[in-house]
Structure formats: C-alpha cells, structure tokens
C-alpha cells in the first residue's frame, strides 16, 4: 500500500515562507510523478505543481509560479514544495499525490491523474 504524508503546513502572515514536505513509505517517490495539490473551503481542488519521474521537468500552476518551488531529495525519499511570498489566497489544506505513468502534458496538475494520496496538511496566510 503506497503511503504519502504530508507536513510542514501551519500559520504564516502574508509574505511569509513555509515548506512542505511530502514523505513516502513503502515506496520509492524516485519512480512516481509527484504533485501538490491544495483545497480551500467551498472550492474544488486545485493542482499546484508536480515534478515528474522521467526527467525531473517540474510545472507549475500560473498562481503560484515564480513564488513556489517543488523538489525532490533522493536520498531522504522526500519531495518538498517551498512557498514563497504567501498571500491569504493561498490559504487552503495541501496534499500531495503521486501517480506511475507520468501524465500528458495537460493533465499533469489534474487531481484525477493521480493514484495516491496524502491526508493534506492546513496552510493558513493571516495576518
């Protein structure tokens, strides 16, 4: 059973930094397409950035490009996703997911593409 568990989340003030983490067990993150994904109340889940398998290319969605980083610690079998001047906007539980078959181009930040879950972690930006 592929198990992902997501840390990291918690208050910040508008833009502050947080990074979340995504750990894996019983299984190597290395082999699977890994994507962040976030929810805020009353919306639907959102994709927010992924890093594939095959070549470590990594997307983002447009609202958070240039302040959002994901990567991958091989070594520690973690994928992280730094955040970078927070807006309350971004406020939302985060979850991570991963998927084997590195999905097409515009599907890669689709919740739907993906197999397995975390159980999120809340992010809040207030002041």
């Known amino acids: 059973q592929v198990q992902l568990v997501e840390s990291g989340g918690g208050l910040v003030q508008p833009g502050g930094s947080l990074r979340l983490s995504c750990a894996a067990s019983?299984?190597?993150?290395?082999?699977?397409?890994i994507g962040w994904f976030r929810q805020a109340p009353g919306k639907e889940r959102e994709g927010v950035s992924c890093?594939?398998?095959?070549?470590?290319?990594?997307y983002y969605a447009d609202s958070v490009k240039g302040r959002f980083t994901i990567s991958r610690d091989y070594a520690k079998n973690m994928v992280y996703l730094q955040m970078n001047s927070l807006k309350p906007e971004d406020t939302a539980v985060y979850y991570c997911?991963?998927?084997?078959?590195?999905?097409?181009?515009?599907?890669?930040?689709?919740?739907?593409?993906?197999?397995?879950w975390g159980q999120g972690t809340q992010v809040t930006v207030s002041s």
């Open positions: 019983r299984f190597t993150l290395d082999d699977y397409t």
């Open positions: 997911a991963a998927v084997l078959v590195l999905p097409n181009s515009w599907e890669r930040l689709q919740p739907g593409e993906y197999d397995y």
């Open positions: 890093i594939a398998n095959s070549d470590r290319s990594t």
